[in-house]
């Protein structure tokens, strides 16, 4: 939590500095608001965040058992974030049967709001994210997987295997300026991990990045 710290004591200066030197100043006023507003903002996003982890890991253990039909939320999930996509200049491209796994639905709609996010997010202007659903067969059975293509810069190999970890980021500076955590991706983990699947990420940089998600479905 030790970023946490740092932002209450950033936050503790600029109030100091408007009961003080910029008391009798509006221009210098208006400025050190809008950066409270914006740490008060991240401060707020990180505990929901931390929150949630933490109700996720309770939970890891009670696997769920609630029928979700995949296509259906996924398109969902799209429709939620068109309005980001479109003032990017994206389009997100869902192919794939309906399939139902058992599961958790909000966490499940949590998991793949996240990937299509990040992938907006993180991917190039203009580019077409794509959502992918086919069947697989793995060790522990029938499971279905859930792929989330972009077009982005893609991620060095050597990052890849710390991405679940909490507050990593592969690029800090670039990642609090567009308001994240460093938590979106260890609570999809502990989530997938409470659904008995997994999460795999393949990454070529200079041609994107592949998230995939597996789940059983029995």
Request: with cysteine; proline share 4%; net charge neutral.
């Given at each position: 939590?030790?970023?946490?710290?740092?932002?209450?004591?950033?936050?503790?200066?600029?109030?100091?500095?408007?009961?003080?030197?910029?008391?009798?100043?509006?221009?210098?006023r208006?400025?050190?608001?809008?950066?409270?507003?914006?740490?008060?903002?991240?401060?707020?996003?990180?505990?929901?965040?931390?929150?949630?982890?933490?109700?996720?890991?309770?939970?890891?253990?009670?696997?769920?058992?609630?029928?979700?039909?995949?296509?259906?939320?996924?398109?969902?999930?799209?429709?939620?974030l068109?309005?980001?996509?479109?003032?990017?200049?994206?389009?997100?491209e869902?192919?794939g049967?309906?399939?139902?796994?058992?599961?958790?639905?909000?966490?499940?709609?949590?998991v793949?709001?996240?990937?299509?996010?990040?992938?907006?997010?993180?991917?190039?202007?203009?580019?077409?994210?794509?959502?992918?659903?086919?069947?697989?067969?793995?060790?522990?059975?029938?499971?279905?997987?859930?792929e989330?293509?972009?077009?982005?810069?893609?991620?060095?190999?050597?990052?890849?295997?710390?991405?679940?970890?909490?507050?990593?980021?592969?690029?800090?500076?670039?990642?609090?300026?567009?308001?994240?955590?460093?938590?979106?991706?260890?609570?999809?983990?502990?989530?997938?991990?409470?659904?008995?699947?997994?999460?795999?990420?393949?990454?070529?940089?200079?041609?994107?990045?592949?998230?995939?998600?597996?789940?059983?479905?029995?």
């Open positions: 939590m030790s970023r946490t710290s740092c932002e209450l004591t950033a936050l503790m200066g600029f109030i100091e500095t408007l009961k003080h030197a910029a008391r009798d100043d509006p221009k210098a208006d400025m050190f608001l809008g950066i409270m507003e914006t740490e008060a903002g991240r401060m707020n996003r990180l505990v929901r965040d931390l929150l949630q982890l933490s109700r996720v890991e309770a939970e890891e253990r009670v696997r769920p058992k609630e029928p979700v039909e995949l296509r259906g939320l996924l398109e969902r999930v799209i429709s939620s068109r309005g980001m996509a479109e003032k990017e200049g994206d389009r997100v869902l192919t049967d309906p399939v139902t796994v058992p599961g958790d639905h909000d966490q499940l709609v949590q793949f709001t996240n990937l299509v996010e990040n992938a907006l997010k993180y991917g190039k202007s203009g580019q077409v994210v794509r959502v992918t659903l086919s069947a697989e067969e793995t060790v522990r059975g029938p499971a279905v997987r859930v989330v293509a972009d077009q982005g810069e893609g991620i060095d190999p050597i990052h890849i295997p710390r991405l679940t970890e909490r507050f990593y980021r592969v690029d800090s500076h670039r990642s609090r300026e567009m308001g994240g955590t460093g938590l979106g991706l260890a609570i999809v983990k502990h989530i997938v991990s409470r659904h008995r699947g997994w999460l795999r990420v393949d990454s070529v940089v200079g041609e994107g990045s592949r998230f995939s998600v597996v789940l059983p479905l029995g």
